[in-house]
């Protein structure tokens, strides 16, 4: 089974005091991602029914931290001609089943909507939680429908945490949107994936945004350069109060999923 944990490119992150981050933070993380990786990730999927006729929708199960199941929900075009661009959109449990699940699909994606549970805020690590981001994307480009050079990250409320997370783990994603408060007792491990990630991003403000773009937009930047030659703004910043956040969420997904030729994931068979 195909693993896709293998960033596009190597970046250095920024040289932090010793005592900025977790110790041992690279070694535990991947630690972690290797003691998955025997742990089946290929999503189960089950019709269901779509409101549209020209979606097709799909209840899903998958095996997130420590094997345990992770549901979610599949919406794709009815009659894909081509591989989909993906999306992942990572929601708290119990708010998935909401009349907004096929705003993307019907613009040509393969979109899965994710419930996580809870952060652990005991845990500085959020091991249960960041893990089942990661393997939720890894899931998705299991599937022959969609090209995994092309998927995008979503997390909004009290599960964008993860997106950060997962974007420091697998910095070959299309583009990240990061959409909610970063909890303080995460802090100084958001802020090592952060220098880790390369992905472009979109943030909305709120709590701890603006490390979050200190952070990541220099990492991002550099990647960008590295692989085109060129610097581009990669992160954007924007008010949570923008009347139409499906349009603006649709339009920013659409234009860097369109990049296969930048983020194209090393994948490791």
């Not at 690590?125 to 050079?149: E, H, I, K, M």
Request: aromatic share 6%; with cysteine; glycine share 6%.
């Amino acid at each position: 089974m195909p693993e896709y944990d293998l960033p596009l490119v190597t970046v250095t992150p920024a040289l932090p005091p010793a005592t900025d981050e977790p110790a041992n933070f690279d070694l535990f993380w991947a630690q972690n991602l290797a003691a998955h990786r025997d742990i089946e990730v290929a999503p189960v999927l089950t019709a269901a029914s779509a409101r549209s006729r020209d979606l097709t929708a799909e209840t899903v199960t998958f095996a997130g931290f420590e094997g345990r199941p992770v549901p979610g929900r599949l919406i794709t075009p009815s009659r894909a001609d081509a591989t989909l661009p993906g999306l992942v959109e990572l929601r708290p449990a119990g708010r998935a089943a909401g009349r907004d699940l096929e705003w993307l699909a019907s613009d040509g994606f393969a979109h899965l909507v994710v419930e996580l549970p809870p952060d652990d805020l005991d845990d500085p690590y959020n091991r249960g939680v960041f893990t089942d981001a990661v393997r939720a994307v890894q899931a998705l480009r299991t599937l022959a429908s969609v090209d995994p050079s092309r998927t995008a990250l979503l997390g909004s409320g009290p599960v964008a945490a993860a997106v950060v997370a997962a974007a420091g783990l697998l910095p070959d994603l299309a583009c990240a949107l990061v959409e909610g408060d970063i909890p303080a007792a995460h802090k100084d491990s958001l802020v090592a994936f952060a220098r880790r990630a390369s992905t472009p991003l979109q943030l909305t403000q709120g709590a701890g945004a603006q490390v979050l773009l200190e952070e990541w937009g220099f990492n991002a930047a550099l990647a960008l350069a590295a692989m085109t030659g060129s610097v581009e703004r990669v992160v954007e910043c924007v008010l949570t109060t923008e009347s139409s956040t499906a349009a603006r969420r649709t339009r920013w997904i659409a234009a860097r999923t369109q990049l296969k030729d930048v983020f194209v994931p090393q994948i490791a068979y």
